[in-house]
């Protein structure tokens, strides 16, 4: 198992472009999460999914688009960056089932918006 | 609704003694509460978590935490801090949001500083 993965690494973009962050889990999980870091915030919720097809607003969803058309892929958008959204993202999956209720979370991308 | 908080955002100790980082936290139901853990420029880590089983849970590497509904408290204790406990933790509450979602909150992470 490779558990949660991310991709990419890190990338530097300029104001106003767009990109396509993937996040992937092969344990079979309903649930999946984007979240970003800020230093002195925790990590904040963007978006989430219960299961293929579906998605939901979190905490600070604007500027950000989701899309889970596969159950294992859970891919975040940033239509016009700016450089407010300079930030480390993780994606995690969670198991919720037979009693157990357990997130994992993925390495985390590092975005710089110049 | 619920929240978390941390309250401390840094806490520093010396190697071999105990750990004691704080955590209180407000829920409509039945929370499930965990502790992560994030070393330097890497992601997340389970250190325990507590779902409604015994109060007093252990988790990996010698750290436990018990949960106090009275004091809705569900701090993280360690009895001999190491070096290699400097990190983030991260305490967690999640409970079952209306629609049947369980949305995690966390909180704003609290810095444990080990000195030599």
């Known amino acids: 198992n490779a558990g949660v993965t991310q991709t990419p690494k890190f990338r530097v973009l300029k104001t106003g472009q767009s990109m396509t962050l993937l996040c992937a889990q092969d344990m079979n999980h309903e649930y999946m999460y984007w979240y970003r870091q800020d230093p002195g915030m925790g990590l904040r919720l963007i978006h989430y999914?219960?299961?293929?097809?579906?998605?939901a607003k979190g905490e600070v969803p604007d500027g950000y688009n989701v899309s889970r058309l596969k159950k294992q892929n859970f891919l975040l958008g940033l239509e016009s960056a700016a450089p407010s959204q300079t930030s480390v993202y993780f994606c995690?999956?969670?198991?919720?089932?037979?009693?157990?209720?357990?997130?994992?979370f993925g390495p985390g991308t590092r975005l710089t918006v110049t | 609704a619920q929240s978390v908080t941390q309250l401390d955002s840094h806490v520093s100790v010396s190697e071999g003694t105990p750990v004691l980082l704080r955590c209180n936290y407000s829920s409509s139901y039945s929370p499930s509460l965990f502790w992560y853990v994030q070393h330097p420029n890497k992601g997340l880590q389970l250190l325990l978590k507590y779902t409604s089983a015994a109060t007093l849970v252990k988790g990996i590497n010698g750290f436990e935490a018990e949960f106090k509904k009275s004091e809705t408290s569900f701090h993280l204790t360690k009895p001999s801090a190491h070096m290699s406990d400097a990190a983030e933790y991260f305490c967690?509450?999640?409970?079952?949001?209306?629609?049947?979602?369980?949305?995690?909150?966390f909180g704003r992470g609290t810095s444990l500083i080990v000195h030599p």
């Open positions: 995690a999956s969670r198991k919720l089932a037979g009693g157990k209720d357990e997130q994992y």
């Open positions: 999914s219960v299961g293929e097809g579906t998605t």
């Open positions: 967690v509450v999640s409970d079952l949001k209306t629609g049947g979602s369980y949305i995690p909150t």
